[in-house]
């Protein structure tokens, strides 16, 4: 016979309880240091010369290089003799990389080991040792590496749809190394609920209102989840404690087109035709191995989570427009001295420095992390493009 | 039959054998942390503004507020949705703090969630959910917090006795940050042993001469342990080595009274009347969860050794002068030219420099070191604070 | 029924594969911090003096001291009463040392606890508690260790047995603090195969051409292992890939004398008698506990790999010459100005960046490694120092 202070404890003991973990998703929780068998950007192809460049992938360490006839090549920076880095030794044969120690060369195409400086060329090992080399593709200006054992299907296959054949385009971006786990990065950016509150302060925001909040769904058309609007409120009433919004006299509200937005706090006259002909069902959305796409009225947002390790996070974000000629310089021009700050710099940081503070699991989850829990249920497959002929 | 060499190599390998555990007490050894349900200062009250202001108590983090109407609240510093510290977080409306990432609102009175901003009013997270409140006293400039889930006891019950009512006094102090254990910094504060050795060198005793050695028991009175001089020895000749004394011709004998001494260190003519009324059994004294109480014969020193985590310590030290009118202005200015610096500056470093090269257990007591086996027994309980009505 | 497809997969499996451990020299792999019963040299003599000084090794903290007659000790750094460091206190009685918190007062000699300022002249802990002591030697300038519990043999039968009554010499070196354990340092000193390629660049031999390869094979001749050259090739050309040479116009063949060559890098008109009167059956030769010696022409180059911990090394490198009178005011002088610069900074400099990358086990081991099988092989004993009378 429980009295109704005992009930009351058990309630409040329950209230600040600290969450529930992953158990839900044990595919998600597997990939704390990303997944395999997918395409990763991971460099600007202008950045990779005949200098080896060492980049680490979903925990592993790898070695980029430009081979002499221009083509990009990864193997694994580890020398298997005494694990030494091959980014540490120099090119002496063309289409090869000599370990720095006792001049073990491997071939770029495939890895193999050719010659072993210091053995003769008689070596016994040439042709017996081997690192594992990993295909390495160019587009749109960056470097992607297929990471995996498996055999790696084209990269179009992976590509945003809109990129594998773009009309003429500019675009700007930025790689970044951050601290903070892949996946948290990957659900801070398809999250409804923080960009209206977090970003309400960032420089981007500050001539536009952003939404108190909102009611959204996610539909999944083929390998994207949508995020897609129902409703929306400017200002809402708090039984208690008072009103709450983000409008000020000198802030616009967005411009809404009838039927669909394209941009739920942007505003344009006149959508970027090649831009509406996607039909995209929703604004923001989001496909493995971690890609956010957010579609603007005149230009595309792209971000890219590639996992570094457990705790790191390379961020690749690039916005595209499709245009040419004049308006073409002009959006560089509009990347170089606004864009890149705002949206890249200021912007993009309060979710970094959100994320490096986020300690989940555990967690308790809200009416709008409808969109994680879409994304983790994505991990558990099938997964298309790794499956299909 | 062992001859005589091996009969002394095993004594030699007694000897040098690295010493014994804290086994003989399991509830000290179990509270590398702190003690749950005891009332901590944590802070000084002035120093809590509006801004939050983040403390780590027994390892837990937690945020402290001023509320609008000055009432000081802490709250477990961690929003139950993500993670995020609520310390990042914003007071919007009065009585709350909203967390920085999504605006999960909870009442600094209770720790209950109230609003969640960017799920509007009608969120159904809103009274499921909650993060735990702890009491906050302010007491002598100080903030107290009652770290664990029991229902607290009045402060008064714990604080010394002679601070509860108190007469007109003036105090001065300092709180700091320290490495080491807590435990550590209490049997440092309460040891016999090193006081006369160790702070030979301080400026605090640069006038003043320190024993050589002296026997001692500890006695309990109440929560209280003391420990009290039973002879004490100014100078010692070492067979074989020679004499030792920390006598020189520039230093002062203290004025020993008759009967008992009040302060085995400084000495006075006239000893402070409420001081005097407290009748100290003897000149240091301890008390769980880690408070020091050194009885000089004008004022009363106090160390709180404030578990952080299990390697970092709150050092919470000030002195108390039952005086008014212009002895309290003397005493502050006395306080802030020197006794800070020489006392809770140079003197209270030497403890932290030993406490922070402790490497214990194992370990070896001797004669002196009843105190610290005194004040481990403490631990098994009774617990009277905690206990009583 | 495999197609040729598989079998080449499997073949390629195999030769990515990371390599083998180091579970064929079980008593190897146990050593990661050291070998207990041999002599270490751990710093310059010169360098101590009545200041306590710390110093780490094999995994334990010592401290040295030179007592007032000017015999040098060694002591297990850690009190036993509350494990503060010995070397943080002070010496008060001749041949003692008194730890800083509580004035236990130990004999350097044996370590024994002789006083305890703070417990009286009849403290019980007298004569009842100990330090270990380690003995203590001192030998060309530098001050040896005897790292274990045994009874330790003479310093004499561990030191190179040229340097046990060497006729009149010079000698100059470096003792440097170094990342990277101590077995793979012996492994980096002795290996043949990274000498000619790491090396090329070095200052020391700018002017000196350097092999590409060359075929070796390993002897025992007592205690020591010997590397002997076979045959030595100038240039090679690697199949497919082109030919490669150390050689330049400005390089400087080495001088080969008939029969057996002293130095398989420098040259010289005439051995100096002294050091052919070895009879080195090598240039290069190691013994336990990780002991290095290089015969050149004139001079002798030793480096002792001192364990710190299982991942820090303090190399010990000298130079010794043996000749008297002006030859040896020349000797220092090119010492000073640059062996010390160019041999034991820029030449081991190379060799501590690689052991500070190296990353093994895995390995995979080649032909000029049997230099390292056959010194991991030592460990497994007989060890005749420390089992002979």
Known sequence: MADSASI???QQAKKVRLGRGWEPWPEYEAAA???MDYWYPVAWARALKKKPLPVKLCGRDLMLLRDEDGTARALHDRCVHRGVKLSLGKQWFPGTISCPYHGWT??????ELVAVITDGPDSRMCNRAAVQAYPVEERLGLLWVFMGEAEPYPLNRQLPEELVQ??????GGRIEERSGNWRLFAENGFDEGHAKYLHRTSIWRIMKVMPTWNLIHIEKHGRWLYRIEDE???????????KWTNSRWWKIKPHIKQGRSLGNTGGARRNNPYIEAQNFPGFASLALPGILRIAYPNFIHYE???PIDESHTRYVG???QFKKGLSRLIFYLWYLTGIRWMFHGNFSGQ?????ANTDAPPERLYRPDESLIEWRKLFAGPHPLREKP
């Not at 773009?166 to 675009?171: D, E, G, I, T």
């Not at 929306?232 to 008072?242: C, D, I, T, V, Y």
Request: glycine share 10%; no cysteine; proline share 8%.
């Open 8 to 10: 009351s404890d058990r």
């Open 33 to 35: 240091t990303g997944l």
């Open 106 to 111: 491997y071939r770029l195409r495939d890895g």
């Open 166 to 171: 773009p009309p003429a385009f500019a675009m």
């Open 232 to 242: 929306r409120f400017w200002e809402a009433e708090f039984p208690g404690l008072g």
């Open 304 to 306: 890219f989570y590639v």
């Open 318 to 320: 690039f916005m595209v």
């Open 351 to 355: 979710d970094h420095w959100m994320v």
